[in-house]
Nanobody, 121 residues
């Protein structure tokens, strides 16, 4: 059974940083792409960033380029999202997902439970 467990969310002031982690189990981690999505109440799940199985390719939502960095450590079955210069509009539940390298949530077949990120102004 595939399990994804996010951690690292919390409350931070605007301009601050957070690093999210996603620990994976139950799948050969190093052969699947990974991604981060986020969601706020009443809105659709929004693509944040994706990384290929080897880490050689990454892709970001245009609005987040330069502030967020996705990475992975296949030996530790873990992916990360470094978030800098956070803004109140970054407040959301952040989800980790595994699947194909795409910006569509339909391309990911396993999801974590989410971790709340709250950015205060």
């Amino acid at each position: 059974q595939v399990q994804l467990v996010e951690s690292g969310g919390g409350l931070v002031q605007a301009g601050g940083s957070l690093r999210l982690s996603c620990a994976a189990s139950g799948r050969t981690f190093g052969t699947y792409s990974m991604a981060w999505f986020r969601q706020t109440p009443g809105k659709e799940r929004e693509f944040v960033a994706a990384i290929s199985w080897s880490g050689a390719r990454t892709y970001y939502a245009d609005s987040l380029k330069g502030r967020f960095t996705i990475s992975r450590a296949n030996a530790q079955n873990t992916q990360y999202l470094q978030m800098n210069s956070l803004k109140p509009e970054d407040t959301a539940v952040y989800y980790c997902a595994t699947g194909t390298f795409t910006t569509s949530p339909l391309g990911y077949d396993y999801w974590g439970q989410g971790t709340q990120v709250t950015v205060s102004s």
